[in-house]
Structures are given as structure tokens and as C-alpha cells.
């Protein structure tokens, strides 16, 4: 089973549309989970990190399942700069490197 | 906001010759790390270095890869001898704490081995 799986997509939607991701994780023990974001041939960049109890910062909302290992991210009211790569990112058991899925391509239109 | 910054932003190399990446992590993180990422594929840890020790390292980190913290603001990535499978993205990155913080990470230096 790899580490971090996640759907590749490309998920294609338009404009105004809510738009969900899913993941999920073999390490039991991982502590931290994240959301990261990476335009074409840029670095990483923290999105939200993902607490047990969810949590939503604008129109992005995230949850974590610990008993199933899976890990989503919602979308709202899709704009056209939220056209990139989604990576779901979870720590290893010592806490000390991040894990990464190989990510889902989102492309939204006008 | 303060960033990680990585240089060079490419850099092109022969075969069999070392390459040094920089870095200069977030001034006030402990905690630092180098990934890569070959074109097309996902990121992938190489190792993570506190206190001036590596912490942990990948199977991808071998003898040919080091780790130096040179000065107080460097942090250096050499590879002793290039092969032509070493070409990728290698991102620098750091926090505070490593166990539940996020990490910043700078915008890579994208490694060419002809």
C-alpha cells in the first residue's frame, strides 16, 4: 500500500464550483497531516494543516478521519487562481519528514 | 513574510562532477530539510538535519549525498559525484519544531545532469 495515496485526477470544473478531495494514509502513527499546494514546476506551498476535529479557513475546508486514515479537502466557490496541484502531506512516525502524495490536478474554467 | 531562498535556481552539471545546492532556511527555524522531486513524480524526502546532525535520512540519501550547515545562515546540499538520475527539484525547507509545525520551503533549484 503506498504512504500517501490520493486520486491524480484532473478534476475539471468550472467557475463557482465546490470541488472535494480525498486521501488517505497507511502510517497509523502519523501525528501531523497537511494540505500543500504546488502551481507547475513551483514549490510546495502550506495550504492547512488538518486537526481532528476539521477545520476551515475561507472557502477551503479540511477533515480528518484518524479510525479510516483519510484525509479531505473541500473546495468552495472555485476561482480560476485555484488551478493547481493539490498535495495531501502526512509526517512520519518520528516526526521528523513529511510524507507526500504525488497529488490531484485541479483546472478550473470560465 | 520571511521565506527560504535557494540558490541557484538551476543549475546544469556533467556527469561525475559535485554540485553544492544553498539554502538559507527562515532565520529563527531549527529544524531543516532537503527534498526532491523528479519532473513528473512526487516529493520525496532526502533528510532532515537538527543541531548540526542529520536527524534522518531516506534510502535515497547515500554516500554520495552530504549535508552541511557551513555558517550560521547556510545550509548546503552536495552531491560528490552526479549521475544522470539525480536530475530534479531539490527543495530546502525548515520550521521551528519538526514534530506537528508545517514546513516553508524555498522555490528549488532545479538540477540538470547532461
Known amino acids: 500500500r503506498k504512504e500517501v495515496e490520493q486520486d491524480p485526477g484532473p478534476f475539471n470544473v468550472p467557475e463557482g464550483a465546490t470541488v472535494a478531495f480525498n486521501c488517505t494514509y497507511s502510517n497509523s502513527a502519523s501525528q501531523s497531516f497537511f494540505w500543500y499546494r504546488q502551481d507547475c514546476r513551483k514549490e510546495p506551498k502550506l495550504l492547512m494543516s488538518v486537526y481532528s476535529s476539521g477545520n476551515e479557513d475561507g472557502r477551503f475546508t479540511a477533515q480528518l478521519n484518524r479510525a479510516s486514515q483519510y484525509i479531505s479537502l473541500l473546495i468552495r466557490d472555485s476561482k480560476l487562481s485555484d488551478s493547481a496541484t493539490y498535495l495531501c502531506v502526512v509526517n512520519n512516525q518520528a516526526g521528523t519528514a513529511l510524507i507526500f502524495g504525488k497529488g490531484t490536478t485541479l483546472s478550473v474554467s470560465s | 513574510e520571511p521565506e527560504v531562498t535557494q540558490t541557484p535556481s538551476h543549475q546544469v552539471t556533467q556527469m561525475g562532477q559535485e554540485v553544492i545546492l544553498r539554502c538559507v532556511p527562515i532565520?529563527?527555524?531549527?529544524?531543516f530539510y532537503w527534498y526532491r522531486q523528479i519532473l513528473g513524480q512526487k516529493v520525496e524526502f532526502l533528510v532532515s538535519f537538527y543541531n548540526n546532525e542529520i536527524s534522518e535520512k531516506s534510502e535515497i540519501f547515500d554516500d554520495q549525498f552530504s549535508v552541511e550547515r557551513p555558517d550560521g545562515s547556510n545550509f548546503t546540499l552536495k552531491i560528490r559525484s552526479t549521475k544522470l538520475e539525480d536530475s530534479a527539484m531539490y527543495f530546502c525547507a525548515s520550521n521551528i519544531h519538526h514534530s506537528n509545525q508545517p514546513q516553508h520551503f524555498g522555490d528549488g533549484t532545479r538540477l540538470s545532469i547532461l
Open positions: 532565520s529563527n527555524h531549527l529544524y
